[in-house]
């Protein structure tokens, strides 16, 4: 079995991670997110982190541009995120290496989030198992990259619970991060002072 396909491994302490270096450790930090659960995903489910996400809740990506079947989708999953009442903030940056990519892939996920860094990732949307499974297509799109920012700020899958890292949730419908989703991120982030 290919490492780089396993969902979760064994929790990593973020103080062990080697910021800015794509190495054979920061390949495995990736959350596949299948569009047919398996056995193999269920690692981390006493926790409510993946500790495989980014260094930080103000996350930039490289601009992207898609037709109008998807671009509305995936920047109301940005917007979503960034109206909580978290640290969050994710914003577009021409200088960022990070991205986040719409392709017809052959696997069968629907989204794919890889840390290549503390401060780099990538998150992949697979328009093939979304466009085939999607009755309401915009709110898939957008509950998918909600999902997928969630692994970037730390969060693992919470099956049985209203979450959007919930891999069995109404992805038609269930579009925004739940009250739990804020609370986790900010536990997550302990530095976060509001003022
Ligand atoms: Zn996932």
Redesign the pocket.
Known sequence: MNQALTPHGPPRQRSTRRRGLISAAAVVTA?L?LAVPTAVAQADEGSPFSYIGQDTPKIAVYPYSYNSQWQPGMDAALANWNATYSPVSLTKKSSSTSTVTAASYSANWY?YYQACGGTCLYIRLNSRTISKDSANQKNYVTSVLV?EYG?ALNLG?RDGQSSI?N?QRNRNTMVKPSSSDVTNVIRAFPSWNPS
């Open positions: 959350a997110c989204g999902h692994h899958h890292m891999r």
